[in-house]
């Protein structure tokens, strides 16, 4: 009889502990927050607008002490071909919250439809502005996000691409939860300049949601691939819908038991030194590209939440 209590205490002790170590992997997820496209991305044209844009994304960050990277597009920064101090003054804003930023090009395109010359032509114009925003406040520059995460059609010009970035003291930044944030904004976009608010409130209930299993589908992945939670990134756009309801993605991510890491900690992962050698026309997430480098089967990727029909439909786009 003794020894049978023992055996249960036992038991009990060891469920508590898995309990404990269950509860501490929740806890320890981590996740890096970037946000592309800035200073904004939106059917909102005026300056005002984009000042309230980034007022309130700026507001959620620093309310929840979040170390977001905001990667730019200079070529916004300019009215009638003049550099424009409104737009300018909007990332020092970010800067003055202590956020960095980091190089998306100067004009958006994708490395997949422009020669590598011309696109780091494009690269290096894309950082005007920035670089002397960031040594004004003592701030690095040392992130390159491509856009489209199009990274190139062949090893050979990602390759040369890279040393080219090295060179130039740029970092790739990845992305591993990849999501169509860019759709429900567009819709959410069309609905407000339709003076639609309810359309709005539909896309935005929908928003949350679809962003809370598509977190739930890249941990599945992370945990198929690597066997644990890996520091993740999330790619974000500064845009409208972010601008109103990103705290309601900040509280889903706490509920999901996130906290908030650099991107520097994030990449301090091993996950990021995994083989990617695909080269693919598709801009996907990286946990996506190091499954596909390890010839993972197709079923791997089941799963992916789909942006609704009806947000597509808003947004006036056919496929994701
Ligand atoms: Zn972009």
């Known amino acids: 009889m003794f020894i049978r209590i023992r055996a249960l205490l036992i038991i009990f002790a060891l469920a508590g502990l898995a309990t404990s170590s269950h509860a501490q992997a929740q806890a320890q997820k981590q996740v890096a927050i970037t946000f592309d496209d ?10 005002r607008g984009w000042a309230e844009v980034t007022a309130k994304l700026l507001t959620t960050m620093k309310r929840n002490k979040i170390p977001v990277v905001g990667f730019v597009n200079e070529g916004k920064l300019y009215s009638d071909s003049k550099l ?29 439809s422009t020669p590598l010359a011309e696109f780091q032509s494009d690269v290096l114009r894309g950082e005007k502005v920035l670089r002397e925003l960031s040594k004004a406040k003592h701030a690095k520059l040392r992130y ?12 050979e010009t990602r390759k040369e691409f890279e040393s080219f970035l090295n060179t130039h003291g740029y970092t790739v930044a990845p992305v591993t939860i990849d999501n169509t944030d860019w759709i429900f904004a567009g819709a959410y976009d069309n609905a407000r300049d339709a003076n639609d608010r309810a359309a709005m409130d539909h896309v935005a209930a929908a ?40 705290a309601e993605l900040v509280a889903m991510m706490k509920k999901r038991g996130y906290t908030f890491i650099t991107l520097a900690e994030a990449l ?10 695909t080269t693919g026309s598709y801009g996907i997430s990286w946990i996506d590209r190091w499954a596909l480098s390890r010839n993972v089967p197709s079923g791997f990727f089941k799963g992916e939440p789909r942006t609704p029909s009806f947000v597509m439909k808003l947004a006036r786009i056919e496929s994701e």
């Open 38 to 47: 800035l200073p904004v991305v939106s059917t909102v044209q005026t300056d």
């Open 84 to 112: 424009n101090p409104k737009r300018v003054s909007l990332l020092k804003a970010w800067l003055d919250a202590g956020l960095e930023l980091g190089n998306h090009t100067f004009s958006h395109r994708s490395l997949h």
């Open 144 to 155: 390159f996000r491509h856009p489209f995460l199009h990274t190139g059609r062949s090893l």
């Open 207 to 246: 928003y949350i949601p679809y962003m809370d299993s598509t977190f739930a589908h890249f941990e599945d992945l992370s945990a198929k691939l690597f066997g644990r939670q890996i520091k993740q990134v999330l790619l974000l756009h500064a845009n409208s819908i972010n601008a109103d309801h990103f």
């Open 268 to 277: 301090t992962d091993d996950a990021y030194v995994s083989t990617d050698t």
